[in-house]
């Protein structure tokens, strides 16, 4: 089950999700070592994924082999994107922001990796998702996902959503900044003990990354009106 989106869809939209092409695992993988490596955990809660703040830089085993992509994601932490270093000039070149970057590192060597960054996105949405189509999952004992069945499980009462299958993601349209290209939503995403963000980006973004042909990236259209069956 999911949803479609016709060519009228994508032209009209103003604002898109942004989903990169991930290629590697952040370091080290061990018992996701890597958060203990890249975030301060002070506010993780372990149940929900929800807390953790990045204070290091990413660590990684490799640099990135395929550079006819440009803009790369990360499996395990999907609302973090890395841009090479044409790609971080074409973004200052186009005036986007509220954005800057850091150099990762590669893992074993401990060295910075030289023309290559993560695209560090410094605006959050106000909370506007509207849930109307997904499911609401509550960080405490048997909660909506029939999960932390055991008692001795930690919860912190947060909550994030399922990500929506059908009628599209739906946020006020009155809260979006028409100067702002690309930001992050107030309201974290997932399943089990995954949480992230969304990143959204404006239509400019959308058509600069086209016009440069930055990366295979999907936009998938945010709308703004919940979807109503025939």
């Avoid at 932390?148 to 499980?153: A, D, G, L, R």
Wanted: charged letters at 30%.
């Amino acid at each position: 089950v999911g949803t479609e989106y016709e060519k009228k869809d994508i032209d009209k939209a103003e604002w898109f999700l942004l989903d990169t092409v991930r290629y590697q695992y952040p370091q080290p993988e061990d018992d996701f070592g890597y958060l203990q490596a890249t975030f301060n955990l002070d506010d993780y809660c372990k149940s929900c994924g929800i807390g953790k703040i990045q204070n290091a830089p990413y660590r990684l085993k490799t640099e990135p082999k395929n550079r006819k992509n440009q803009i790369w994601g990360i499996h395990w932490d999907f609302d973090v994107a890395f841009v090479s270093q044409n790609a971080k000039n074409i973004l200052a070149q186009e005036n986007i922001k509220n954005i800057h970057f850091t150099n990762p590192v590669l893992h074993k060597e401990d060295a910075a990796i030289k023309d290559f960054y993560q695209l560090h996105i410094d605006k959050v949405l106000e909370k506007s998702f509207d849930s109307y189509n997904t499911k609401t999952i509550t960080c405490k004992l048997n909660n909506e996902e029939k999960g932390n069945v055991e008692k001795e499980t930690d919860c912190c009462g947060r909550i994030k959503y399922h990500h929506p299958m059908v009628g599209g993601y739906c946020f006020d349209k009155s809260l979006f900044d028409s100067e702002c290209d690309i930001i992050e939503t107030n309201e974290y995403f997932g399943s089990g003990a995954s949480a992230n963000r969304l990143q959204i980006v404006s239509k400019r973004f959308k058509q600069i990354v086209e016009k440069y042909k930055l990366s295979k990236i999907d936009f998938t259209p945010i709308v703004h009106e919940r979807y109503k069956r025939e």
